[in-house]
């Protein structure tokens, strides 16, 4: 067998221009733009050409974008202070602290100074108690983005067996909730998960997202499996560059599963364009416009 290509970046393209679309009728009634605003503390390379790319993404949706970029010698006060200001502001629908933040910064802290109902990332313990008891809040973007990809793939999710590979609680925990009320039979596994090329053999659907570059072989694979590879490492590429991969060895597991993501291309782009679909969300229930269900 030769896995089908699950086409993310496609559908997160899309899922962008449907999020756009939903602009127009907002303004209209609320008299401004969905806003989301991003803090980024330091300098790291890679997060800042995330939130680069995620500024974009928010203009070209429509909406309005703010960017509050501060130095590595910022205080944990500095830092809640700023927090507090846009839960404060009414022009702010979503607020995003990029992750992580430097070592000296308690982040279970500045994640809990956000306000629930503009926490668009889904990581406050309120909006992941909400998901637990099948309460509205927002849902972490990144496996909200895989549960799209799968439905979009495989219609009902009900009676299929899930297993989850990782534990996270931005990826792994949330994931396994949302398999669990489509219906699936869901089995988390973890780095100590005893037999996991067995446990992974039972899977439908089978989601890596353990962070380790290529660790999920195709013969850990059901024949036919959809597998929703989470994982962006970069490695090296043997030639003095670098390369992304994910948590699967794509090439053997394209030739047993039935679908695959791929890296790049897969999961990473939905995370930015449900994260767009999370502050419009916002927009509308914080100025109470309607916004039909199932109309994103
Ligand atoms: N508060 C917070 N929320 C986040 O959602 C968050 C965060 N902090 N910190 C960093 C991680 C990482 N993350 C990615 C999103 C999209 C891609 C993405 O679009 N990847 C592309 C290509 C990336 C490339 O080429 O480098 C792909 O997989 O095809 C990657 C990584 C969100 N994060
Ligand atoms: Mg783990």
């Not at 846009?86 to 702010?92: G, S």
């Not at 992750?99 to 406050?124: C, M, N, R, W, Y």
């Not at 996270?168 to 669990?180: D, Y």
């Not at 916002?282 to 039909?292: D, H, I, M, P, T």
Request: charged residues 20%; hydrophobic residues 45%.
């Amino acid at each position: 067998m030769t896995a089908a290509i699950i086409d993310g970046k496609g559908f997160a393209a899309t899922l962008r221009e449907r999020v756009a679309a939903l602009v127009p009728a907002f303004e209209a009634t609320a008299g401004r733009k969905p806003g989301l605003t991003v803090v980024i503390v330091g300098e790291d390379p890679a997060s800042q050409v995330y939130v680069r790319s995620k500024g974009k993404a928010t203009e070209a949706a429509g909406m309005v974008s703010t960017t509050h970029r501060l130095p590595d010698t910022t205080t944990q006060d500095d830092l809640l202070a700023l927090v507090r200001q846009l839960n404060a502001d009414p022009a702010v629908d979503g607020i995003l602290v990029q992750l992580p933040l430097p070592k000296h910064l308690d982040e279970s802290e500045v994640i809990a100074t956000i306000d629930p109902d503009k926490d668009v990332d889904g990581f406050h313990v309120v909006n992941a108690g909400r998901l637990a008891v099948g309460q509205e809040g927002f849902v972490p973007c990144t496996p909200l983005g895989c549960i799209m990809l799968l439905e979009d793939r495989l219609g009902d999710l009900s009676g299929l067996n899930a297993v989850v590979v990782g534990r996270s609680n931005i990826v792994g925990k949330p994931m396994a909730q949302l398999l669990l009320a489509k219906s699936c039979t869901v089995t988390v596994a973890h780095s100590r998960t005893k037999d996991l090329p067995e446990v992974c053999r039972r899977a439908d659907i089978l989601v890596a997202a353990v962070g380790r570059p290529e660790m999920i072989k195709g013969n850990w694979i059901k024949p036919g499996a959809t597998v929703i590879d989470v994982g962006i490492n970069r490695v090296d590429n043997g030639e003095g560059g670098t390369k992304l991969v994910g948590d699967v060895d794509f090439a053997s597991a394209a030739e047993v599963a039935g679908a695959i993501t791929p890296v790049p291309g897969g999961v990473g782009p939905m995370t930015i364009a449900v994260l767009l679909r999370n502050t419009l969300v916002s927009a509308y229930r914080r100025e109470n416009v309607a916004l039909g269900k199932g109309a994103i």
